[in-house]
C-alpha cells in the first residue's frame, strides 16, 4: 500500500482535545459541511493507496449508528441522528478507487463496562457492524494506549487493565479474520503490521520486516525496538510509519500554522517509504469535516516534488555487471533488475551470500538518490551492502554504507558524477535477489531557517544550506528581500513574532517561511527549581530536577494567560509530566492553582503542550508533576514558556 492517509475525526473534533474523557455529549458532534468526497479526493492526488478513520477513539464516541451503545453519531444533531461518517466515507474511497481502514480504539473510556468481560462482547459485536456493513477494509488498526482515567458510564475513576490478557487478542483477531479475510491487522505487535515505535515520522535505517512476534503485545515496554524489527524474527510483520501532518493527531486551530514544512515532510517519507515502511499520513479534519486549506496546500507540494524527485531513471540504460549470478539461463541475470519489472530479479548463486551490482552508465551521469530493492516474495535477506562510484583517474569513491534493504530503500547523498557505480552486498542471511536498481537526480529543496531565543533575550537564526541569506520580519509581514537581513544574533527582549526564510544566492530561489512565537522574555527569570537550561530556546537540553516540580520566579508582575511546557525531547526520553498542576503566586508564599489535567498521548507524542486559561496576576510559578508516564525520580523540562495579556506590538 505504501502510502495511505489517516484521519482522525470524531468528538475531539468538536471538543478542541486530543483525548476525550468519555463524559462527551453526543451533542457536540456537528460537521457542517462534512465531506468524505474531499478527503478523498485529496488523497488519491496525493498518490495515497487507502484511508484508515478513527471510527472510535478512546473517548468511546463512534462514527456509525452502533446498535450497541448510544454514544453515537445517532443521538448527534448531525443529519438529525440519521447519518454514518463510515458510509459515506465507504462511498468516497470506492468513487477514488481507494480502500479503506478501520481504526478502533480497545481502551474505551465512556463504556461502563471498561475492565470486564461484558465490554468484550460489546467490542466483538461492534467489531462484526464495522467490518461486515462497509465492504472490504484493508486494514484494522488497534490502538496500544490503553487504561487509565476516564469517565466509564459515570463512574470518573482510574481503571487499569493487564494489556497483555484483558483483550484475549487472539480471540479478537479470529474475528476480525473471519469477518475481513483479507485484511491486516495493526498494533504494536502486529499480527500483520507492525507499529515503528514512535509517532515522529521514521523507520530505522536497518528495518527488518520480521519481528519475534510473539515477544511484543500492545504497550509492550521495549518499543522502540519496533523500529528495527528483529533480525531473523519469526513473523513476517512489517512496519508502518503513522505521523500527523500537524503537531497532533486532531484539528486545533491552534495549529493552523503548525503544519509540517515540505522539507520535513520529504524527510519522513524518505524515512518510511525510503526505509522499508509504509508510510500512513494522517490529516485532521476540521469542525466543518474538510480538510484544512493548510493541510491540503503541503500534501499536494509533497506530491509533486516527490513527482520532481523521481521523475527520470538514470539506470534505465545501464550495462549491468555481476560479480556472478546463479544459472544457467537468464532467468536471474544482473540486467534484471533495470527492466522495469518486480517479478524479476539478479539473484548470487546459490548459497552466495554477497556479491556486487555494477552499472555502467552510457554517459557521464549526475545524480543523488539510489533506489533498490529486494525480491520481497521470497524473504528480506541483505544486512549489509555499500555503494561506489568510478571516478575518472579510475579509482572507487564510497558514497554509502549500509544495512537492510527490504521491499524499498531509497539513499539520499550529495549530487555525484559519474558513469560507473558499484552496489556491493557485503552479507545477506541468504542468496540476496536484488529485483531493482535507479538512479535519480531529484532537485534540492531549501529549508526554513532554524529561529530561537535564548535565556538572554538573543534571538539566533540558522539556515539549513550553504549560500543562504536569511530576510526576517518581525511585523506580521512575509519576508522578501526588503525585509530585515540577519547577519549576526540580535537581543528582542519583547514579546513579537519572528517569520523568517532564505534566498539561495545561486539559485535566486526562496524557501519556505519559518514562524517563530517568542512570548515572555525571560532573562530576568530565576529558577528556583529546575536551571535555566528549560530557558535556553534549545530544545535539546533539558534541566533536570529532583522531585516533581519546577519553580520561577519571574521578577515581576504579568498577568498570565497560559504555558507551554516542552518535554525532553531526546531519543530516550525520560521525566516526561502525564497529569499535570499549574499553580501560581504573587508573593512566593501563598499559591493559588490556575490549571491541572493531562497532557494527552505524550508517551507517544511528546510534543509542546499549550495550555491556556484566564488572566491571572502572578510572579512566581510553579508546574508540578501529579503522575508521569514512567515513574521516574525526576522531571525533565526541556522549554517552558508562559504567556500574558500583551500582545504583539508588531
Ligand atoms: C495514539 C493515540 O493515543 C493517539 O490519540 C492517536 O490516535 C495515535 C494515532 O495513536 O496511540
Not at 520480521?210 to 512489517?238: C, E, S
Request: contains cysteine.
Amino acid at each position: 500500500m505504501e502510502y495511505y492517509m489517516f484521519v482522525h475525526f470524531n468528538i475531539n473534533t468538536f471538543t478542541d482535545m486530543e483525548w476525550g474523557t468519555g463524559g462527551e455529549n453526543p451533542a457536540l458532534f456537528n460537521p457542517s459541511d462534512l465531506d468524505c468526497m474531499q478527503w478523498a479526493r485529496l488523497a488519491k492526488k496525493a498518490g495515497m493507496t487507502g484511508i484508515i478513520i478513527t471510527a472510535k477513539h478512546h473517548d468511546g464516541f463512534v462514527l456509525w449508528p452502533s446498535r450497541y451503545t448510544e454514544h453515537s453519531v445517532k443521538n448527534s444533531p448531525w443529519k438529525n441522528g440519521k447519518g454514518d461518517v463510515l458510509q459515506e466515507l465507504r462511498e468516497a474511497c470506492d468513487a477514488y478507487g481507494l480502500k479503506m481502514g478501520i481504526y478502533y480504539s480497545p481502551w474505551d473510556r465512556n463504556h461502563a463496562d471498561y475492565g470486564n468481560e461484558k465490554y468484550l462482547e460489546y467490542l466483538h459485536l461492534q467489531l462484526e457492524e464495522v467490518l461486515t456493513n462497509y465492504g472490504e477494509i484493508f486494514e484494522v488498526w488497534f490502538d496500544g494506549a490503553n487504561g487509565g482515567t476516564g469517565y466509564y458510564g459515570g463512574a470518573n475513576e482510574n481503571r487499569k487493565v493487564d494489556q497483555r490478557t484483558y483483550y484475549n487478542w487472539p480471540k479478537i483477531w479470529n474475528h476480525v479474520r473471519e469477518l475481513q479475510p483479507g485484511a491486516v491487522i495493526f498494533s504494536d505487535g502486529g499480527p500483520d503490521v507492525r507499529w515503528v515505535g514512535n509517532e515522529d515520522g521514521y523507520a530505522g535505517k536497518t528495518n527488518w520486516s520480521t519481528l519475534n512476534r510473539d515477544l511484543v503485545w500492545p504497550g509492550w515496554p521495549h518499543f522502540k525496538q519496533l523500529q528495527y524489527g528483529h533480525k531473523n524474527g519469526t513473523h513476517w510483520v512489517p512496519a508502518e510509519v503513522d505521523v500527523s501532518i500537524r503537531p497532533g493527531w486532531y484539528y486545533h486551530a491552534s495549529e493552523d500554522h503548525k503544519v509540517k514544512s515540505l522539507p520535513e515532510l520529504l524527510d519522513i517519507y524518505y524515512n518510511s517509504v525510503g526505509r522499508n515502511a509504509s508510510f500512513l499520513l494522517n490529516i485532521p479534519i476540521d469542525p466543518r469535516g474538510k480538510i484544512h486549506p493548510n493541510d491540503s496546500v503541503q500534501l499536494m507540494a509533497l506530491a509533486r516534488q516527490l513527482k520532481l524527485d523521481f521523475e527520470t531513471n538514470l539506470a534505465s540504460e545501464a550495462l549491468v555487471e555481476a560479480s556472478s549470478h546463479r544459472g544457467p539461463g537468464a532467468q536471474y541475470e544482473p540486467a534484471n533488475t533495470i527492466d522495469g519489472d518486480s517479478g524479476t530479479f539478479w539473484a548470487t548463486e546459490e548459497f552466495i551470500r554477497h556479491g556486487s551490482l555494477t552499472l555502467n552508465l552510457p554517459n557521464l551521469t549526475t545524480f543523488n538518490r539510489l533506489l533498490i530493492s529486494e525480491y520481497i516474495p521470497l524473504g528480506q535477506r541483505v544486512e549489509a551492502f555499500h555503494v561506489e562510484v568510478q571516478t575518472s583517474d579510475g579509482s572507487w569513491l564510497p558514497i554509502a554504507q549500509e544495512t537492510t534493504i527490504g521491499r524499498k530503500r531509497i539513499l539520499r547523498f550529495e549530487d555525484v558524477r559519474t558513469d560507473c557505480v558499484r552496489i556491493t552486498i557485503d552479507s545477506a542471511l541468504a542468496a540476496p535477489l536484488i529485483t531493482t536498481v535507479e538512479l535519480y537526480r531529484a532537485p534540492r529543496v531549501l529549508t526554513p531557517p532554524l529561529i530561537s531565543r535564548d535565556d538572554q533575550d538573543v534571538v539566533h537564526m540558522k539556515a539549513g544550506e550553504d549560500h543562504s541569506i536569511i530576510f526576517y520580519t518581525i511585523d506580521g509581514n512575509e519576508p522578501d528581500s526588503t525585509s530585515h537581513r540577519y547577519k549576526a544574533p540580535f537581543p528582542l527582549p519583547r514579546v513579537a513574532t519572528i517569520r523568517a526564510a532564505v534566498l539561495d544566492s545561486v539559485s535566486g530561489e526562496w524557501g519556505p517561511v519559518a514562524i517563530q512565537q517568542l512570548e515572555i522574555p525571560r532573562k530576568n527569570w530565576i529558577a528556583l527549581k529546575g536551571d535555566r537550561k528549560m530557558l535556553d530556546g534549545n530544545p535539546d537540553t533539558y534541566s533536570t530536577i529532583r522531585g516533581n516540580k519546577i519553580e520561577i520566579d519571574l521578577g515581576e508582575m504579568h498577568a498570565l494567560t497560559g504555558f507551554t511546557y516542552l518535554p525532553d525531547q531526546s531519543r530516550y526520553a525520560r521525566g516526561i509530566i502525564r497529569e499535570y498542576r499549574f499553580s501560581v503566586s504573587q508573593n512566593g508564599k501563598k499559591w493559588q492553582e490556575v490549571s491541572s489535567g493531562e497532557f494527552a498521548n505524550i508517551q507517544n507524542n511528546p510534543i509542546g503542550q499549550e495550555i491556556n486559561f484566564s488572566p491571572v496576576k502572578a510572579r512566581f510559578i510553579r508546574l508540578e508533576a501529579l503522575a508521569q508516564v514512567e515513574d521516574d525520580e525526576e522531571v525533565r523540562v526541556a522549554e517552558i514558556t508562559l504567556r500574558d495579556v500583551r500582545k504583539d506590538p508588531g
